[in-house]
């Protein structure tokens, strides 16, 4: 008993030097299709080239991404399930803090963030509203009349239609999905008035003639979107720092040698040309930081969105803008 007590210690050891000797999964708090999943995909994809194993996403959308989040987060700190989530795990504890008690730092170990999002405000093709100007105006001319969509109550499109309604002084009606890729079908299908998007994929929807975007969360124009104004041009300052990001966490607990070799992976990945290219048509803007990197950043980002729903008067009950 002795000796097989001296020796777990060091099987320990060996099992972080081994890892990973089975599939990662890789869980995505989305619905398939959406920015998040994408990007997750492509990443994926490299990551089981460079660990020797499969990393397999799985996706797990609903409660704006907290069953994916709780799922990782309650699982063995091995390095075998992951999370690959963006700004609600950070926007989940403000918005309902008796129903999500944790804090995204601690109960988790921070591995990278693989890119962000700018976001951009898009409506269908055929719609009415062939800038930002007018559709502010209509919702100033009809208050309730407009409706947005979003991945769900606290997400980014939610958080961003928010800040330009109290910044425009307008009122629109709040319509959630579960996860940003069924929001946007409807948003191709004319069944909501516009929303806040990442960009990643937007440009193929552009040029197959199914949606307009009206204006681009970014400092300046982007070659992606030609002839297309920034929200600060149009006098709404804000949204560049808000842009969505897309990183992985562990469980709190794992070992940083586990977390590590996942970092290197990851890393790898983002550096490879043509996954950057893919990420770069996507309209992503590639990160992969270092643990303590992305760590840093979610510090910064948390207080960033408590900001923007102190501001904004946003609560987690709340259905519309």
């Not at 129903?99 to 055929?126: G, Q």
């Amino acid at each position: 008993m002795l000796a097989v007590a001296a020796a777990l210690p060091l099987s320990g050891t060996a099992r972080a030097d081994d890892y990973p000797s089975r599939p990662v999964r890789m869980v995505v708090g989305y619905a398939a299709g959406g920015p998040t999943d994408v990007v997750a995909r492509i990443v994926a994809k490299h990551m089981s080239e460079s660990l020797g194993a499969s990393v397999v996403v799985e996706n797990k959308p609903g409660a704006s991404a907290h069953i994916a989040a709780a799922d990782v987060m309650r699982s063995p700190p091995d390095g075998y399930k992951v999370l690959v989530t963006s700004l609600t795990l950070n926007v989940n504890p403000l918005l309902y803090p008796d129903r999500y008690d944790y804090d995204p730092v601690k109960a988790f170990e921070p591995i990278s963030n693989f890119a962000n999002n700018p976001l951009v405000v898009v409506t269908n093709y055929d719609s009415p509203y062939k800038d930002l100007k007018s559709l502010i105006a209509d919702a100033k001319a009809h208050p309730g009349k407009l409706t947005f969509g979003s991945s769900g109550v606290g997400g980014s499109a939610h958080l961003a239609a928010e800040m330009l309604s109290t910044m425009a002084g307008i009122k629109m009606v709040h319509v959630p999905f579960k996860g940003n890729g069924p929001a946007l079908q409807e948003m191709v299908a004319g069944r909501i008035t516009f929303m806040f998007y990442p960009s990643v994929g937007i440009p193929n929807y552009v040029a197959a003639k199914q949606l307009r975007v009206l204006a681009i969360g970014t400092d300046k124009p982007e070659k992606e979107f030609p002839g297309v104004p920034t929200l600060d041009s149009l006098g709404f300052s804000g949204f560049q720092q808000g842009a969505p990001w897309i990183g992985m966490l562990a469980p709190a607990g794992t070992p940083k040698p586990v977390v590590d070799k996942l970092n290197k992976a990851a890393v790898e990945a983002l550096r490879k040309p043509e996954v950057r290219e893919q990420l770069a048509q996507l309209g992503a803007v590639v990160v992969g930081d270092s643990p303590e990197q992305f760590r840093k950043f979610l510090v910064e980002d948390k207080a960033r969105w408590a900001e923007v729903i102190k501001k904004g008067n946003v609560t987690g009950s709340a259905a519309g803008g």
